[in-house]
Every structure is written in C-alpha cells, then in structure tokens.
C-alpha cells in the first residue's frame, strides 16, 4: 500500500452525515437485492439519492 492508498474505514470516516446516510441506504437496498434474483434497484436508488440531495 503506498502513502496515498486509504482504506474503506479512512473513506467512510471522512464521510459527511448526508454522504454516511446515503451509503447506508444503497447498502440496505444492495443487501435486500441479494434476497431477488430479478430486482431491479434503480428506481428505489434514484429515490434514496432525491430524499437525501433534493
């Protein structure tokens, strides 16, 4: 790892609260995805966004 490589905690630390809030919700629709095959989240994605970054 070179001085300029961080790792995925440095990232989400420096995170804001509206950039934290926003990960986790992709990560709970990426998680509820897993649970179906055929789900497609880019409507519940692009809602998620607007609700945080009107």
């Known amino acids: ?3 300029t ?3 995925e905690e440095q990232v989400v ?6 950039e934290r ?4 919700r992709v990560l709970e ?3 509820a ?8 989240a880019t409507d519940d994605l692009l ?3 607007k609700e ?3």
Not at 13 to 18: G, I, V
Not at 21 to 24: D, E, F, N, S
């Open 21 to 24: 809030a926003l990960l986790k």
């Open 13 to 18: 630390q420096e995170l804001n609260e509206a």
């Open 29 to 31: 629709l990426e998680r």
């Open 47 to 49: 809602a998620a966004v």
């Open 33 to 40: 995805k897993l649970h179906v095959s055929a789900y497609d």
């Open 52 to 54: 945080i970054i009107p």
């Open 1 to 3: 790892m070179t001085s």
């Open 5 to 7: 490589d961080r790792t």
